[in-house]
């Protein structure tokens, strides 16, 4: 029997693995080539994942989950702005991962409803305090509110994902949602 | 053997309800369901697509088209402004039908690379004329380009399919895209 640690570094070592391999869009890969990857045995993988839906649920809560500490540990930031922007960015550039992920979960037969959808949750409220921060300090309009700001996220996470847009076009997409963010000079009328 | 013209009518009638029926969502309908609604035999429908992915591809095409057509009618505006975003928002409007439709076609075993993937980049190209001539009216920034304005129109469409939006999200999402695309008030330095 591992002690305790050897067992939470195995999880630790599963779940990296797994989140490497179904984010690169393997999702017909096993969870015996997860467990052959990671260098531990099949019951070692079964053990913490009874089944490969369940492995994915654990991938991609843990993913959301280090996001929203990514977005909360951007509320310390000097510039609000550049913590908010930023962080779109970081979402956007991240998005194939995320949706790979999830893809390969739905297509396992699991659902993110659950757990997965707390944790989505989560990183959503964290985003609202980015966007609420910077929005105090001028970055960004007033006038806007986080359904819309979070829809744009998601459109720009899927066309990313599904357009396999290259990296400039990407950032020249951005650029037209932060300009339309961006508070209009004062005394400028509001356009749109 | 019926006329001809009653041939082009049946024809028109089974896409007319296909449409219908899978732009709603109803991916699992078959296609005697189709035959059924439209009122006419399986056999007329089999004779015109012997499959219910040739269904579907033809129900996409022709939806394609039509878009396609609206587009080009919109070059003759008075306002190329107003044709460029107005067509931009009824696009984003559309999309959850239009998605419907590819699923269901992706489910039926079909492929949307063919007749569809010619017709989609024949609307793509209108799309690029209505833009051309809004750039030229000084009604949208000159420094965008087709590529990253379709994909904020793709990430748009997706985000109201998928996160079913309603109208006054979308409509304020689509309020800061056009503020973004507005080439900023003369004398005013280009943010974002």
């Not at 959503?124 to 966007?131: C, D, F, P, T």
């Not at 994902?161 to 339309?180: H, W, Y």
């Given at each position: 029997m591992p002690q305790r640690s050897d067992a939470r570094a195995n999880r630790e070592r599963i779940l990296d693995v797994a989140e490497d391999v179904f984010g690169q869009g393997?999702?017909?890969?096993?969870t015996e080539d997860v467990a052959r990857l990671a260098g531990v045995g099949i019951a070692t993988v079964f053990r913490n994942f009874p089944t490969k839906a369940a492995l994915l649920e654990a991938v991609l809560v843990r993913h959301f989950d280090r996001l929203r500490a990514e977005a909360e540990a951007r509320l310390?930031?000097?510039d609000p702005g550049e913590a908010f922007f930023g962080f779109f960015r970081h979402l956007v550039a991240d998005a194939k991962t995320k949706i790979a992920i999830a893809e390969a979960l739905l297509e396992a037969?699991?659902?993110?409803?659950?757990e997965a959808a707390e944790a989505s949750q989560a990183l959503r409220r964290a985003v609202g305090e980015l966007l609420h921060r910077a929005q105090k300090a001028g970055?960004?309009?007033?006038?806007?509110?986080?359904p819309e700001v979070y829809a744009l996220l998601v459109g720009a996470s899927r066309a990313v994902a599904r357009a396999s847009l290259d990296d400039q076009v990407r950032s020249r997409m951005l650029t037209i949602v932060f300009a339309g963010l961006t508070p209009p000079p004062s005394g400028a009328r509001r356009t749109g």
């Amino acid at each position: 029997m591992p002690q305790r640690s050897d067992a939470r570094a195995n999880r630790e070592r599963i779940l990296d693995v797994a989140e490497d391999v179904f984010g690169q869009g393997g999702k017909s890969a096993s969870t015996e080539d997860v467990a052959r990857l990671a260098g531990v045995g099949i019951a070692t993988v079964f053990r913490n994942f009874p089944t490969k839906a369940a492995l994915l649920e654990a991938v991609l809560v843990r993913h959301f989950d280090r996001l929203r500490a990514e977005a909360e540990a951007r509320l310390g930031d000097q510039d609000p702005g550049e913590a908010f922007f930023g962080f779109f960015r970081h979402l956007v550039a991240d998005a194939k991962t995320k949706i790979a992920i999830a893809e390969a979960l739905l297509e396992a037969g699991g659902t993110d409803d659950g757990e997965a959808a707390e944790a989505s949750q989560a990183l959503r409220r964290a985003v609202g305090e980015l966007l609420h921060r910077a929005q105090k300090a001028g970055a960004v309009r007033n006038d806007v509110e986080l359904p819309e700001v979070y829809a744009l996220l998601v459109g720009a996470s899927r066309a990313v994902a599904r357009a396999s847009l290259d990296d400039q076009v990407r950032s020249r997409m951005l650029t037209i949602v932060f300009a339309g963010l961006t508070p209009p000079p004062s005394g400028a009328r509001r356009t749109g």
